[in-house]
Structures are given as structure tokens and as C-alpha cells.
């Protein structure tokens, strides 16, 4: 089994872990967009770079925040003018699997 990347990064650079989930925590934290709103630009930008993996574990806080799965779709879809077809290949299906 692989191991869980950022548990990895906790325990190798505990401190700079530290402060990129404080950076995490004020984008959180910021009021200029919705929780949902900012997870399905978040799930855009890792599509776009053909992150699975990150889509995958945000697909869950974006439908806590109330996203449906034609949202999460589209915000995948949106990929395809900045980076082709990559994003929507290796994320969508996944992605929409969360949903069944």
C-alpha cells in the first residue's frame, strides 16, 4: 500500500507542513468566495493538472459544501480549454463515481 503522501510530508518537514496548513487554513478562512465555490475552482486547477488524487479528495468537501455532481462535472469539463483533454480523462471518472 502507498503511503498516504501528505502523512509523509508530516513527518519528513513537520514544521513546513505546519505552516502550509496554516496557508491552507487562511485560504479557508477567506470570505471572497463560498466553500463550494472555492472547492470546484480547486478541483478545476488539479484537473487541469491531472491530479487524481486531489480531485478525488476533494470531490467529498465539495459535495459537503453542497455541490452536485453536474457541478463537479463541469468544473472538470472547464479544463479542457487550458489543458486539454488530460483532466478530464484521468479525473472525471472518479469523480462522478463519488457520486453514485
Known sequence: MQANPMEVFRK???EVAEAFNGLIMSLVASKGLDPKTKQLIYIAMKASMGDPMAVKAHVPM???AGATKEEVVDAILMTLTVSG??????CLPDAVKQFE
Do not use: H, Q
Open 12 to 14: 519528513e518537514a513537520p
Open 62 to 64: 465539495a459535495k459537503a
Open 85 to 90: 483533454v488530460r483532466g478530464v480523462v484521468t
